[in-house]
């Protein structure tokens, strides 16, 4: 999909159809269905899906080139799942996370680059 001004009609079998119409900003992102709007931040992160069942993949924007340390704790601040990123990519990056032997519950994402770090809660059912 293109930047610009959209008209979307969805409908299902049974149901009356509808239309959407939807504005989507030059400096928007969209990748699998999932619309990103970089911040004025370096990177902005993302979880598809999440909630989920055994795998998520984590979406990465990268303005600037530099390392990417991801981990992923439990409740009690336990890292279950670490993987870095070295220095040399930009733009979108999509890592994959299999988190099937893994309790369910709730765990948050920490995604620590020389810019900063952010924090993502994930929901594994």
Do not use: W
Not at 37 to 46: A, C, M, Q, V
Not at 86 to 104: E, V
């Amino acid at each position: 999909m293109l930047s610009g001004n959209h008209t979307l009609i969805y409908s299902a079998e049974g149901y009356k159809s509808e239309t959407l119409s939807v504005s989507v900003p030059e400096d928007t992102l969209i990748y699998r269905d999932i619309y990103l709007k970089p911040k004025t931040s370096d990177y902005l992160i993302f979880a598809y899906p999440n909630p989920f069942f055994t795998t998520t993949d984590i979406l990465i924007y990268l303005i600037k080139n530099e390392e990417v340390n991801l981990a992923i704790f439990n409740l009690l601040g336990q890292k279950v799942y670490e993987k870095k990123i070295p220095a040399g990519y930009t733009g979108l990056q999509d890592i994959s996370f299999p988190m099937k032997n893994i309790p369910n519950g709730n765990y948050f994402l920490r995604c620590q680059t020389y810019s900063g770090i952010l924090y993502l809660k994930l929901v594994k059912l």
